[in-house]
């Protein structure tokens, strides 16, 4: 195989290392922070997809209820402003993780993230949110005739719970997508698509302050502890008094033992191309949109952003301590690996290519790799998190229930197992970094180079992580 490594190096000359969906928007002031101590019926810790969901639909259950939003830093700066955004009608990770992990609940799941689609797109009409929403649906495409199998099964999932998905083989995935690497593919073409997801948590900010929320940027929450008026939140200038308190905080509260010995902060790492001239856009088609995923061991997805970029991601890698912002991850070295999956899926933009933005978000991986729920403080503080993938519309499917959980509510999604259960502990440091960085080698390699790497994989998905799906 000729090294490209000079050439990848080449393409990320001139990279900004930070995420294209905020550096594209113009910035915003923040909210002030918390100055004043204060009372809320409902405190949302955390200020990105999830927490502002949840304080969203919080109030629209309830106008009168005082909801307050407290986040460290600025909206969006956590995982929320840094995805693919593509958008998924599975709250539980992919139809085969919910068959993984739920195999009596799949239907009603299904259905449940086929409603929270209905709602999400809804939601976005009512409010009239402007995030170049695309509704193109997602695909799921076979790497070489290896490949193959793992689509023939999506398709089939697909069916089996009601989607709308179509089956490609060879000539009309190439039809879809120019790459001499797509054997084949599933085109779920409804409920699906992309988003920019920097401007929808914008605009979901705006709907929250509309809505009565009072948002406080830039305002950490630093100790909890309950007392008799409620749960007392400390930070830096002033406490806030809660009845109840949500933590929609994902990776970012893995600094907590008790969250963290069941959620990782898993770095995953993205690229965007320069915008394509309409040159290179003849070259690789994609005339219709669709959010993708491969079949790769360690899979890459992509998409193309509104002003025709090419986004490609999908390499992971752990930093000792669920360390949640790397200076190593602003340096061109760990996405090389990338770069060359982008010559290899796209060649024909190879020579002419150079990548305006590279940037790593943190997952909050768990062995269940989709939301679950802890209670603190007698069931007055949940922690709604462990999102690895899909969270743009997962998310709000996960605060509604945390919320309905938080509130004791005795609806059906709080009596399903996903609600009542939780992950499987992860060992501690360091035994969790040594396996962590075995573990991402032999997920770089294995495809190309086999060996030890395929058992060792299999012994890490029959633990409990499925980290290939």
Same mark, same amino acid.
């Given at each position: 195989?000729?090294?490209?490594?000079?050439?990848?190096?080449?393409?990320?000359?001139?990279?900004?290392?930070?995420?294209?969906?905020?550096?594209?928007?113009?910035?915003?002031?923040?909210?002030? &922070?918390? +100055?004043?101590?204060?009372?809320?019926?409902?405190?949302? #810790?955390?200020? =990105?997809?999830? %927490?502002?969901? *949840? !304080? $969203?639909?919080?109030?629209?259950?309830? &106008?009168? +209820?005082?909801?307050?939003?407290?986040?460290?830093?600025? #909206?969006?700066? =956590?995982?929320? %402003?840094?995805? *693919? !955004? $593509?958008?998924?009608?599975?709250?539980?990770?992919?139809?085969?993780?919910?068959?993984?992990?739920?195999?009596?609940?799949?239907?009603?799941?299904?259905?449940?993230?086929?409603?929270?689609?209905?709602?999400?797109?809804?939601?976005?009409?009512?409010?009239?949110?402007?995030?170049?929403?695309?509704?193109?649906?997602?695909?799921?495409?076979?790497?070489?005739?290896?490949?193959?199998?793992?689509?023939?099964?999506?398709?089939?999932?697909?069916?089996?719970?009601?989607?709308?998905?179509?089956?490609?083989?060879?000539?009309?995935?190439?039809?879809?997508?120019?790459?001499?690497?797509?054997?084949?593919?599933?085109?779920?073409?409804?409920?699906?698509?992309?988003?920019?997801?920097?401007?929808?948590?914008?605009?979901?900010?705006?709907?929250?302050?509309?809505?009565?929320?009072?948002?406080?940027?830039?305002?950490?929450?630093?100790?909890?502890?309950?007392?008799?008026?409620?749960?007392?939140?400390?930070?830096?200038?002033?406490?806030?008094?809660?009845?109840?308190?949500?933590?929609?905080?994902?990776?970012?509260?893995?600094?907590?033992?008790?969250?963290?010995?069941?959620?990782?902060?898993?770095?995953?790492?993205?690229?965007?191309?320069?915008?394509?001239?309409?040159?290179?856009?003849?070259?690789?088609?994609?005339?219709?949109?669709?959010?993708?995923?491969?079949?790769?061991?360690?899979?890459?997805?992509?998409?193309?952003?509104?002003?025709?970029?090419?986004?490609?991601?999908?390499?992971?890698?752990?930093?000792?301590?669920?360390?949640?912002?790397?200076?190593?991850?602003?340096?061109?070295?760990?996405?090389?690996?990338?770069?060359?999956?982008?010559?290899?899926?796209?060649?024909?933009?190879?020579?002419?290519?150079?990548?305006?933005?590279?940037?790593?978000?943190?997952?909050?991986?768990?062995?269940?790799?989709?939301?679950?729920?802890?209670?603190?403080?007698?069931?007055?503080?949940?922690?709604?998190?462990?999102?690895?993938?899909?969270?743009?519309?997962?998310?709000?499917?996960?605060?509604?229930?945390?919320?309905?959980?938080?509130?004791?509510?005795?609806?059906?999604?709080?009596?399903?197992?996903?609600?009542?259960?939780?992950?499987?502990?992860?060992?501690?440091?360091?035994?969790?970094?040594?396996?962590?960085?075995?573990?991402?080698?032999?997920?770089?390699?294995?495809?190309?180079?086999?060996?030890?790497?395929?058992?060792?994989?299999?012994?890490?998905?029959?633990?409990?992580?499925?980290?290939?799906?």
């Amino acid at each position: 195989m000729t090294d490209t490594t000079g050439q990848a190096l080449q393409a990320l000359a001139g990279t900004r290392y930070t995420t294209f969906w905020l550096d594209s928007l113009e910035p915003v002031a923040d909210q002030a &922070p918390l +100055r004043e101590h204060g009372f809320c019926d409902l405190l949302v #810790v955390g200020g =990105g997809f999830c %927490g502002l969901w *949840a !304080a $969203i639909q919080a109030k629209e259950q309830d &106008p009168a +209820r005082d909801v307050a939003l407290i986040e460290a830093k600025s #909206v969006a700066n =956590g995982a929320s %402003g840094r995805p *693919a !955004a $593509i958008m998924s009608t599975s709250v539980m990770h992919g139809i085969d993780n919910t068959e993984r992990l739920f195999p009596d609940d799949v239907v009603e799941l299904e259905r449940l993230g086929q409603q929270n689609m209905d709602e999400f797109r809804a939601a976005i009409d009512r409010y009239r949110i402007d995030c170049d929403v695309e509704w193109g649906g997602e695909m799921k495409v076979g790497i070489g005739e290896e490949g193959i199998p793992t689509v023939d099964e999506d398709h089939a999932l697909y069916l089996k719970y009601g989607h709308d998905a179509v089956r490609l083989d060879r000539q009309a995935m190439q039809a879809e997508v120019n790459s001499p690497l797509f054997f084949g593919g599933t085109w779920s073409r409804q409920r699906s698509g992309t988003v920019h997801p920097g401007k929808l948590v914008r605009e979901l900010k705006r709907v929250a302050l509309e809505l009565g929320v009072r948002v406080f940027e830039n305002t950490p929450m630093l100790r909890n502890r309950k007392q008799a008026g409620g749960i007392v939140v400390e930070t830096p200038l002033a406490n806030i008094t809660a009845r109840r308190v949500l933590l929609a905080t994902n990776a970012w509260a893995t600094g907590h033992p008790h969250i963290s010995r069941r959620v990782a902060a898993i770095r995953d790492r993205i690229l965007v191309t320069e915008p394509l001239t309409p040159d290179q856009r003849q070259k690789i088609g994609w005339h219709n949109r669709q959010g993708i995923y491969d079949t790769r061991t360690q899979l890459n997805y992509m998409r193309l952003t509104p002003d025709d970029r090419i986004l490609f991601g999908g390499r992971l890698g752990y930093f000792f301590g669920n360390n949640t912002d790397p200076a190593q991850d602003r340096t061109a070295e760990p996405y090389i690996r990338l770069v060359q999956s982008f010559y290899r899926t796209f060649p024909q933009l190879a020579d002419e290519i150079r990548f305006s933005h590279a940037w790593s978000g943190p997952i909050g991986l768990t062995t269940r790799m989709a939301v679950h729920y802890q209670k603190y403080h007698d069931g007055d503080m949940v922690f709604a998190g462990g999102y690895s993938g899909f969270g743009v519309t997962a998310s709000r499917f996960g605060a509604r229930i945390g919320l309905a959980i938080l509130d004791r509510q005795d609806i059906p999604e709080t009596r399903m197992q996903f609600a009542q259960t939780l992950p499987n502990y992860i060992p501690p440091e360091p035994f969790r970094w040594i396996g962590a960085q075995v573990t991402m080698y032999a997920l770089d390699t294995v495809d190309e180079k086999g060996g030890w790497r395929k058992p060792w994989i299999a012994m890490v998905q029959k633990m409990g992580f499925p980290i290939t799906l």
